[in-house]
């Protein structure tokens, strides 16, 4: 059964880099998942050891599986990548659950 550790609020800019990171005791792989508003489907970024192909290659894991560290990165940035991300440790039969809410601003702009 999975448990709720923490769901984090996260802003950034159009073009920056976000990194959304997970942490897993557990000794396997997570899941990483995106719901992009509240009456969408969930749609798998990550699984397996590999990001799904609609995310590529702006969309990237840093994998560090003996630490535990599996970040998902996302560069740049785009408005359509605000909603929640998921990761789930054990494809989520583990014992963590984190969940990012991404909100991305417009860019930033200039005047001269």
Same mark, same amino acid.
């Given at each position: 059964m999975t448990s *709720? &550790?923490?769901a984090v609020n996260v802003t950034s800019v159009v073009d920056d880099a976000v990194t959304l990171p997970c942490h897993t005791t557990l000794d396997k792989d997570v899941d990483w998942l995106h719901k992009d508003t509240p009456t969408s489907g969930v749609y798998y970024v990550y699984s397996n050891a590999v990001v799904y192909d609609i995310f590529k290659p702006r969309f990237t894991v840093d994998r560090? %599986?003996?630490q535990g560290d599996y970040d998902l990165v996302i560069s740049p940035v785009q408005l359509a990548d605000s909603g929640l991300y998921i990761c789930i440790d054990d494809m989520g039969l583990g014992k963590q659950l984190v969940v990012y809410q991404l909100t &991305? *601003? %417009?860019g930033r702009y200039f005047t001269y």
């Open positions: *709720l &550790v923490g560090r %599986p003996d &991305v *601003l %417009p």
